[in-house]
């Protein structure tokens, strides 16, 4: 009998599970117009810029196909929507922390070419993911790294970023940033600090004003699932 009880409660289990994953998304927690809390001598309710955050693996095909969307997505909301683009090197990428170091070594020369430089690790991305780099040395990908950025402008410097330790604490400091907030694949998307469910690289500009407009028109706005 017991045993009977068990094996229907580890059914029930797989049929809640199996329900759960088929609806393809998890319920949207609310989103506040703002970052949630009382900004200490700050200005008050409703001000300060919509914060948007986009968890970003250089190397992942979804992160290149949605970043052309996001971009048109912040520009058109100018300076009251902050996109904050995190490196996220998935470990299963197995060059992705060097890119994702690339672009915090792009940071430390000229922040104005760190997009400039993951637009054209985009570019590149196949050649740094393919089959036949599980057998390209670590330099050997660093140099194609250097490559690219020189392309850019970036300066000389830029091969030397690569020995200096605070460049690989901070791509660590990215990676480990977006595991405290829970993320396990890219791209992932939080606004105010809320992850937006369901948004991946299928988004349109449309379906992300349906995010934006109302915390942007409405600054006590709290969107709803
Ligand atoms: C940074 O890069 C931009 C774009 O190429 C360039 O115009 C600017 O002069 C660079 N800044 C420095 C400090 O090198």
Redesign the pocket.
């Known amino acids: 009998m017991v045993a009977m009880a068990r094996l229907s409660l580890l059914w029930l289990m797989i049929a809640v599970g199996i329900s759960v994953l088929g609806t393809g998304s998890w319920a949207q927690f609310s989103i506040p117009a703002r970052y949630d809390g009382f900004v200490y001598n700050g200005a008050g309710k409703g001000k300060g810029p919509v914060v948007w955050e986009s968890f970003v693996d250089p190397l992942c095909i979804d992160c290149k196909e949605a970043w052309p969307v996001v971009k048109e997505v912040a520009e058109l909301y100018g300076k009251s929507l902050v996109l904050i683009v995190h490196p996220f090197p998935n470990p299963f990428h197995h060059n992705a922390f060097f890119a994702s170091r690339a672009l915090h070594v792009a940071e430390s020369?000229?922040a104005?070419?760190v997009y400039?430089l993951l637009e054209s690790i985009f570019e590149q991305q196949d050649s740094f993911s393919n089959p036949s780099t599980f057998h390209e040395t670590a330099a050997s990908v660093v140099e194609r790294l250097i490559t690219l950025a020189g392309k850019?402008?970036l300066?000389d410097s830029f091969s030397s970023g690569f020995s200096n330790s605070n460049t690989d604490l901070a791509t660590r400091i990215s990676f480990k940033y977006g595991s405290s907030r829970g993320v396990v694949g890219t791209p992932t998307y939080l606004v105010n600090g809320v992850a937006v469910a369901g948004a991946d690289e299928s988004w349109s500009v449309d379906d992300w004003r349906k995010v934006f407009d109302p915390l942007l028109r409405t600054p006590g706005f709290v969107a709803k699932a």
């Open positions: 020369l000229n104005s070419l400039p850019l402008g300066p």
